[in-house]
């Protein structure tokens, strides 16, 4: 979560634990859930903290990516 939250408003790969990725921009956070703009979709979308599995922000790999 910490490399989210220092993404400051640039978007990153985010890979959830169902086998999702989808290109993100973090918009919010609560304890247990973050808000992110999906540019695939073009949607904002909810996700629990505990389903994300790993996030690739400027080549850099976080948690499992696939």
């Given at each position: 979560m910490k490399a989210i939250r220092?993404?400051?408003?640039?978007?990153f790969?985010?890979?959830t634990k169902q086998g999702?990725?989808?290109?993100?921009?973090?918009?919010?956070?609560?304890?247990?859930?973050i808000v992110v703009y999906d540019?695939?979709?073009?949607?904002?979308?909810?996700?629990s903290k505990a389903s994300i599995s790993g996030v690739r922000i400027a080549a850099?790999?976080?948690?499992?990516v696939f």
């Open positions: 220092n993404s400051k408003g640039r978007f790969g985010l890979y999702e990725s989808l290109n993100a921009q973090l918009q919010s956070e609560t304890d247990q859930t540019r695939n979709f073009n949607r904002t979308r909810r996700f850099k790999k976080f948690g499992k």
